[in-house]
């Protein structure tokens, strides 16, 4: 097949996903910006409790999910332009807010939740959740296969390497990788550079 042909192929999908979306999903939604798409074969549970801001774009085989006692505003955000790439999973027991132009790589995973783990208190999976407020900022950039857990703190044009594990606070304008996610470099506002901490390359 042809470039060109793929090309319109790929048009042709995203513009039925996008109709299917406005006429079919919008409804579901506690709130939805105009210019959403959402591709199948997609996950969505609690979509009463999600809002999602203009020109969001989920990828296929995503999961995004809304659980417990729904509230008077929706308890997962997404900002406007965020584009949310496939196999993606969100899934939010309390509170959970990602920022307007988040670009979210495939296979990642973003929670504000997780179980007990009490050894003595039965199996993990039959524990009560214990829910923390989870925030991304604006125009942050996640790498391919990030998890952030709950409770975690992303500030304003951020970017988390793949594969990393993000577990607390990573102030904005940094950049932050490993298990758990380190800060390694700051971006130097004044000299447009990226600079190393004592945790990055020299």
Same mark, same amino acid.
């Given at each position: 097949?042809?470039?060109? #042909?793929? /090309?319109?192929?790929?048009?042709?999908?995203?513009?039925?996903?996008?109709?299917? /979306?406005?006429? +079919?999903?919008?409804?579901?939604?506690?709130?939805?910006? /105009?210019?959403? &798409? +959402?591709?199948? *074969?997609?996950?969505?549970?609690?979509?009463?409790?999600?809002?999602?801001?203009?020109?969001?774009?989920?990828?296929?085989?995503?999961?995004?999910?809304?659980?417990?006692?729904?509230?008077?505003?929706?308890?997962?955000?997404?900002?406007?332009?965020?584009?949310?790439?496939?196999?993606?999973?969100?899934?939010?027991? =309390?509170?959970?807010?990602?920022?307007? =132009?988040? $670009?979210?790589?495939?296979?990642?995973? +973003?929670?504000?939740?997780?179980?007990?783990?009490?050894?003595?208190?039965? *199996?993990?999976?039959?524990? *009560?959740?214990?829910?923390?407020? %989870? /925030?991304?900022?604006?125009?942050?950039?996640?790498?391919?296969?990030?998890?952030?857990?709950?409770?975690?703190? &992303?500030? =304003?044009?951020?970017? +988390?390497?793949?594969?990393?594990? $993000?577990?607390? $606070?990573?102030? *904005?304008?940094?950049?932050?990788?490993?298990?758990?996610?380190?800060?390694?470099?700051? #971006?130097?506002?004044?000299?447009?550079?990226?600079?190393? %901490?004592?945790?990055? =390359?020299?």
């Amino acid at each position: 097949m042809t470039n060109s #042909f793929l /090309t319109l192929r790929f048009r042709l999908r995203a513009k039925l996903a996008q109709l299917w /979306t406005k006429l +079919i999903l919008a409804n579901e939604f506690h709130e939805i910006g /105009t210019g959403c &798409i +959402i591709f199948a *074969p997609r996950h969505l549970w609690g979509c009463h409790m999600i809002a999602l801001g203009a020109n969001v774009k989920i990828g296929p085989y995503s999961r995004i999910e809304a659980h417990g006692e729904a509230k008077a505003n929706a308890k997962l955000r997404i900002g406007t332009g965020c584009s949310i790439e496939h196999a993606v999973h969100i899934y939010c027991a =309390d509170s959970l807010y990602i920022g307007n =132009d988040c $670009v979210i790589a495939s296979g990642c995973m +973003i929670s504000d939740n997780n179980h007990s783990t009490n050894p003595h208190a039965g *199996p993990y999976i039959a524990q *009560p959740l214990v829910a923390k407020r %989870t /925030t991304i900022g604006k125009n942050v950039w996640l790498g391919e296969n990030v998890a952030v857990l709950q409770g975690s703190d &992303i500030g =304003d044009y951020c970017v +988390i390497g793949a594969n990393s594990v $993000v577990t607390g $606070v990573i102030p *904005p304008f940094s950049m932050a990788v490993g298990a758990p996610a380190k800060v390694i470099k700051f #971006f130097d506002k004044e000299n447009c550079i990226w600079v190393p %901490t004592s945790n990055g =390359d020299k």
